[in-house]
């Protein structure tokens, strides 16, 4: 018998006709022939206001107490539901993390899956119930109550409808489905009929919002078909599929988002030696900081200048953290800029499309935004740009790709649906062997690609316009650029360095400096570099990868001379002649993870 996983967020069981609306979604789909389990999430804007209490009452909750509190908030939406469902005279079971089996680790208010048993709900879905399942928690080896973070309902829905090896994980919302971009920011952001797991991870982590990027990380390892939608009680229009594929293979962009509160951190004038990197992301890592952006880019007489960006809210703590490790490493100075925001757009297409950056930093010339730094991986560009700005800069990219019109080959809703449900079944018996320790990080695989030669331009003037110069001028040599970072110097300069094939290197080297003659700069080049990559899932999430990366190479005395972070992948660019050397260092240091 087919089962299907819905899951009802906050604002979709706010009220007492909400949560019927919800019981009778459940029994209709129960009444089409489906098993169903249901996830809830606390009612409204229930946990915000358990947060406020704790608050109230304690500087620092304890981490283990506050789980305990917050679970409570899923708990009384799961039997509110039961009852609404015996009173529409249906049968409905409501169990909690803890009764259903859910096994997490020990890290209370962020804590992981590990399993998750299938033998109680199975039990009652065969005795013709509804479960209803609190989403967000879990129990640990001990059965002390703990949490996934906020909006983890999401996490423990996927998650059961991958142990549950469900045809579908319905996610209702607030919102029709996943939009190009944050339709309360933007008037003409589409809803996408699907969208793939890379892309989503991407937008999701770049906070759209939508989801839990957690949950799409399991959607992707394990293969489950989502469908995330409105609960509007009289809307039943399909929303949008996440799933194996784009919405169009034709098209670059797929979507775009702005992320407000960010803060940049530069370490000016490093010395370009192993072990920098990791001295400086060790400490943050100590502190518990999230980095986002990283810029590094080699400078003059062997010295670099480390830029990164952490949230706004990070930023007094951050400074505290790399002022420490600036001494440490002898660095000249760290400077810093509160008030910046990134945009960023996100497509599949961008693998195998090129043009796709200038064209963004061409869009953001015109509507004159200035690019304060850039990073880019194999499916985004992100430009860091005033938060003054932020919105004028979305609604340039949002403008210039198109995205307010739908593609012109488009895969259907049927279409990404029937895609989803068919790779779900092509690994469905390798499926059932990676769900031992759920949540751990998977990583693929590590892979050189020594064919790429680096371009760095140093001392160009920071102006709107400048990358959009270069990089048309390079595209214009018909040069395909794949990493591009570029980060602030001293003075107003700005560092811009970008990987091109090694037969291009002459071409773009010409055809950059042609561009800097007459802005000012100068230019070096690399002939030849080797790029090293960690691919795999929960990259970012499992926040040690790129720190594992910068130890094993420090300790193999292999200089990283840039860096560039996705979702599923870690970049690193090192000497040419160091490609084997790092290669075996990171395939021993992550032997132990590689799947
Ligand atoms: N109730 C939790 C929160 O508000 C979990 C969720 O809704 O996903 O974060
Ligand atoms: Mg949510």
Known sequence: MSLIVQKFGGTSVADAEKIRAAARRALRAQSQGHQVVMVVSAMGKNTDMLVELAGQVCDHPPAREMDVLLSTGEQVTMS??????????????????????????????????????????????????????????????????????????????????AVLGAEMCEIYTDVDGVFTTDPRQIADARKMSNVSHDEMLELASLGAGVMHSRSIEFGKKFNVPIHVRNSGVFTDEPGTIIGPIAESDNRAVSGCALTKEEARLTVLGVPNKPGVSLTIFEKLAGENITVDMIMQTAGQDGLADISFTVLESDLART????????????????????????????????????GVADRMFRALAEANV???????????????????????????????????????????????????????????VAVVNRLQAMEDLTVHGVVLDDSQALVTLTDVPDSPGIS????????????????IVQGVGANGKTNLSFTVPQAANDKAAKAASEVIEKLGGAI???????????????IRSHTGVGLRMFRALSQAGINVEL????????????AGDKGAAGLTALQEAFADVIG
Do not use: W, Y
Request: glycine share 8%.
């Open 80 to 161: 509110v539901m039961a009852m609404a469902i015996h009173e529409l005279g249906g049968k409905a079971t409501s169990l909690t993390g803890g009764q259903i089996g859910v096994r997490t680790d020990s890290s209370h208010t962020k804590a992981r899956i590990q399993s998750i048993s299938t033998d109680r709900m199975r039990q009652l879905l065969d005795d013709g119930n509804i479960v209803i399942a609190a989403g967000f928690q879990g129990v640990d080896d001990d059965l002390n109550i703990t949490t996934l973070g906020r909006g983890g309902s999401d996490t423990s829905a996927v998650a059961l409808a």
């Open 563 to 574: 860096v560039s972070t996705s979702e599923v992948k870690v970049n690193v660019v090192v």
């Open 319 to 354: 400074l505290t953290a790399v002022e420490a490790a600036a001494e440490a490493v002898g660095a000249a100075d760290v400077a810093h800029q509160a008030n910046v925001s990134k945009v960023s757009v996100v497509g599949l297409g961008m693998a195998t499309q090129s």
């Open 370 to 428: 200035n690019i304060a730094a850039i990073t880019t991986s194999e499916i985004k560009v992100s430009c860091l740009v005033a938060r003054e700005q932020g919105l004028e800069a979305l609604r340039a990219v949002h403008a210039e790709f198109e995205l307010g019109r739908p593609p012109e080959k488009r895969v259907t809703f049927e279409d990404s649906l029937a895609a989803a449900k068919k790779a779900k079944e092509a690994d469905a």
């Open 524 to 538: 070096n080049s690399h002939p030849s570099i080797s790029i090293l990559s960690v691919t795999g899932v929960g």
């Open 468 to 483: 959009a110069d270069i990089f048309e001028a390079v595209a214009a040599a018909n040069i395909v650029v794949d990493m």
